[in-house]
């Protein structure tokens, strides 16, 4: 189980690592970093706490904090979609937070509320039907032209976690096989 604490610690090193600060209302950054752990206790994974997890991680994998959208809303509007990052000015109180809209395409958003709900459906019905529920997910291979990192997902990242090429700058990878007998 993983604790507060620990939640508290790997954001701190994200943030460090990236520029970024945690937000300064230590009230607001408790309830993020709550939220945090308690999605990573019921999904195995920190999903965003401010929006509607799947609980499939293929589905989530957006939305995995630091998510997506994360450095492309600090750089717009100075926070991230929850506020949970935040740039400098922001931090020392020199730019007023601000409400960042949402940038997680409206097609991600209706699947995880579709499989939610679906899920919940199914779990009335039998538990073990929501297991075999196929996965509509196409996963695709994605490399960064600028440096090579290589991701599988359903489509590229906004931006490189590695050497902040745009979305621009990945390419799909296709991966043909023939047989010769």
Known sequence: ?????????????????????????????????????????????????????????????DIICPCDYRDPDVQEFGACYCALYVRKDVFEGKTPLQPVPERRPLEKQVRAYETVSVSAEKKAETATATARTPSAVKQKLWYCKQCGYVVFREEPPYICPICKAKREMFAEITISMSMQG
């Open 1 to 61: 189980m993983i604790t507060l604490e620990q939640v508290r610690q790997r954001a701190e090193a994200d943030a460090k690592t990236y520029g970024y600060y945690l937000n300064p209302n230590q009230d607001f950054l408790k309830d993020l970093l709550e939220g945090l752990k308690r999605n990573e206790e019921r999904y195995g994974y920190p999903s965003c706490p401010c929006r509607l997890a799947s609980g499939n991680f293929d589905f989530d994998r």
